[in-house]
Protein backbone atom coordinates (compact mmCIF):
# COMPACT_ATOMS: atom_id res chain seq x y z
CA UNK A 1 0.00 0.00 0.00
CA UNK A 2 2.86 2.18 0.82
CA UNK A 3 4.62 1.65 -2.29
CA UNK A 4 1.20 2.43 -4.32
CA UNK A 5 0.82 5.63 -2.21
CA UNK A 6 4.49 6.54 -3.22
CA UNK A 7 3.85 5.64 -6.98
CA UNK A 8 0.42 7.86 -7.13
CA UNK A 9 2.31 10.91 -4.90
CA UNK A 10 5.25 10.90 -8.12
CA UNK A 11 2.88 10.82 -10.47
CA UNK A 12 0.79 13.67 -9.36
CA UNK A 13 4.18 15.48 -8.68
CA UNK A 14 5.14 15.18 -11.68
CA UNK A 15 1.90 16.12 -13.87
CA UNK A 16 1.37 19.09 -12.03
CA UNK A 17 5.28 20.44 -12.50
CA UNK A 18 4.34 19.96 -16.18
CA UNK A 19 1.52 22.63 -16.56
CA UNK A 20 1.67 26.11 -16.30
CA UNK A 21 -0.92 28.67 -16.06
CA UNK A 22 -0.90 31.45 -19.09
CA UNK A 23 -2.37 34.24 -18.64
CA UNK A 24 -3.05 36.69 -21.81
CA UNK A 25 -4.24 40.35 -21.99
CA UNK A 26 -5.30 42.61 -24.45
CA UNK A 27 -5.72 46.57 -23.76
CA UNK A 28 -5.23 49.61 -25.34
CA UNK A 29 -7.08 53.24 -26.57
CA UNK A 30 -9.39 50.80 -28.98
CA UNK A 31 -12.66 49.82 -26.98
CA UNK A 32 -13.49 46.66 -28.45
CA UNK A 33 -11.28 44.10 -30.34
CA UNK A 34 -12.14 42.80 -33.91
CA UNK A 35 -10.61 39.57 -33.54
CA UNK A 36 -8.67 38.53 -30.78
CA UNK A 37 -6.59 34.65 -31.37
CA UNK A 38 -5.41 32.63 -28.63
CA UNK A 39 -3.23 29.70 -27.85
CA UNK A 40 -6.60 27.80 -25.89
CA UNK A 41 -4.39 24.01 -25.26
CA UNK A 42 -1.64 22.16 -25.09
CA UNK A 43 -1.99 20.44 -28.00
CA UNK A 44 -1.21 24.06 -29.67
CA UNK A 45 -5.11 24.65 -30.71
CA UNK A 46 -5.97 27.92 -31.09
CA UNK A 47 -9.46 29.78 -30.61
CA UNK A 48 -10.60 32.93 -31.62
CA UNK A 49 -12.71 35.60 -29.76
CA UNK A 50 -14.82 38.52 -32.08
CA UNK A 51 -15.87 41.43 -31.04
CA UNK A 52 -14.40 41.73 -27.63
CA UNK A 53 -14.85 44.34 -25.38
CA UNK A 54 -11.45 45.93 -24.15
CA UNK A 55 -9.40 45.21 -21.80
CA UNK A 56 -9.58 41.25 -22.00
CA UNK A 57 -7.85 38.89 -20.25
CA UNK A 58 -8.57 35.28 -19.90
CA UNK A 59 -6.16 32.04 -18.51
CA UNK A 60 -5.47 28.59 -19.86
CA UNK A 61 -3.13 25.87 -18.69
CA UNK A 62 0.08 25.00 -20.72
CA UNK A 63 2.68 22.02 -20.74
CA UNK A 64 6.10 23.88 -20.00
CA UNK A 65 7.94 24.21 -23.18
CA UNK A 66 4.74 24.84 -25.01
CA UNK A 67 4.96 27.26 -27.58
CA UNK A 68 2.52 29.92 -26.64
CA UNK A 69 0.98 33.20 -28.67
CA UNK A 70 -1.70 35.90 -28.67
CA UNK A 71 -2.60 37.50 -31.46
CA UNK A 72 -5.36 40.73 -31.63
CA UNK A 73 -6.96 43.73 -34.48
CA UNK A 74 -8.67 46.53 -33.27
CA UNK A 75 -9.73 49.95 -35.00
CA UNK A 76 -7.04 51.77 -32.77
CA UNK A 77 -3.82 51.23 -30.90
CA UNK A 78 -3.69 47.87 -28.78
CA UNK A 79 -1.14 46.00 -26.63
CA UNK A 80 -1.25 41.95 -25.53
CA UNK A 81 1.10 40.48 -23.49
CA UNK A 82 1.25 37.25 -22.08
CA UNK A 83 2.21 36.18 -18.40
CA UNK A 84 3.09 32.81 -17.71
CA UNK A 85 2.94 31.49 -13.86
CA UNK A 86 6.36 31.83 -12.20
CA UNK A 87 7.55 29.19 -9.27
CA UNK A 88 6.49 31.99 -6.76
CA UNK A 89 2.96 31.72 -8.11
CA UNK A 90 3.24 35.35 -9.62
CA UNK A 91 3.12 36.35 -13.16
CA UNK A 92 5.86 37.03 -14.87
CA UNK A 93 6.03 38.86 -18.57
CA UNK A 94 7.28 37.24 -20.89
CA UNK A 95 6.23 38.81 -24.11
CA UNK A 96 4.08 41.61 -25.01
CA UNK A 97 3.67 44.07 -28.33
CA UNK A 98 2.15 47.26 -29.20
CA UNK A 99 0.75 47.88 -32.25
CA UNK A 100 -1.22 50.15 -34.19
CA UNK A 101 -4.71 48.37 -34.74
CA UNK A 102 -2.88 44.54 -34.54
CA UNK A 103 -0.23 43.45 -32.46
CA UNK A 104 1.10 39.69 -31.38
CA UNK A 105 3.11 38.07 -29.25
CA UNK A 106 4.47 34.60 -28.78
CA UNK A 107 6.68 33.26 -26.36
CA UNK A 108 7.43 29.64 -24.98
CA UNK A 109 6.02 28.48 -21.55
CA UNK A 110 8.54 28.04 -18.81
Known amino acids: VKVVMLVLFLIFFACSKGTLKVKY ?3 GKATKATAIEYTASSSGERSIVFNASLPWTYQVLVDRGDTIYLGALAGDSICVKIYVENIFGGFDLKAQDW ?4 AEARCIAE
Open 99 to 102: GDNS
Open 25 to 27: EVS
